[in-house]
């Protein structure tokens, strides 16, 4: 672990205040959720809580009830990689693989169908695909579901993914 020099005096509540550069370095702002953890070095160690991490069982039974109604390929995403997979193609789509920056940048702005693009880093999806996003009680997005498909989008099948986006925003908000 790298030195920074930077030392911070504790309060009498127990609070320290991080430095601004290290919250924008780990991505974190104001009213974010944080982990401190304490290992075997007797290090404290603060990061970015992940809310959709914690219930891999729940996620995979979402995708499993979402398979069944609309087939295809469904992941579920945060910001960095595969947290939960399943349908046709789920063995291209391993749990913890990387998720490509198009990704990422399709979840944040839009959730409209869009031809070829990549999903996974150096691998292009041939099919199409949308994407639903995943919020936390900020507003914040946390990650998305990814609907990889091979015949046309149906009406439904929107409304479907985007209820079960919504769901799945109000269970991590209620944590």
């Known amino acids: 672990m790298k030195d920074t020099g930077v030392i911070r005096r504790i309060d009498n509540l127990g609070r320290v205040v991080l430095p601004i550069h290290f919250r924008k370095k780990a991505n974190i702002f104001e009213n974010d959720d944080v982990e401190i953890t304490y290992n075997e070095e007797d290090q404290l160690i603060i990061s970015k809580h992940n809310a959709l991490l914690g219930d891999s069982k729940l996620l995979d ?62 691998f292009v999806e041939e099919s199409t695909s949308c994407t639903y996003p995943i919020v936390n009680r900020n507003g914040k997005v946390l990650g998305a579901i990814v609907y990889i498909y091979e015949k046309e989008l149906l009406g439904n099948v929107s409304q479907i993914l985007s209820s079960y986006a919504i769901f799945i925003s109000e269970m991590l908000k209620e944590k």
């Open 61 to 122: 039974n979402i995708l499993v009830a979402i398979y069944q109604s609309i087939k295809g390929t469904i992941l579920i995403v945060d910001l960095k990689k595969i947290v939960s997979s399943y349908g046709n193609k789920k063995n291209l789509y391993p749990v913890g693989t990387p998720i490509s920056s198009e990704l990422v940048i399709r979840i944040q702005r839009e959730s409209l169908p869009i031809p070829n693009f990549k999903i996974l880093y150096n």
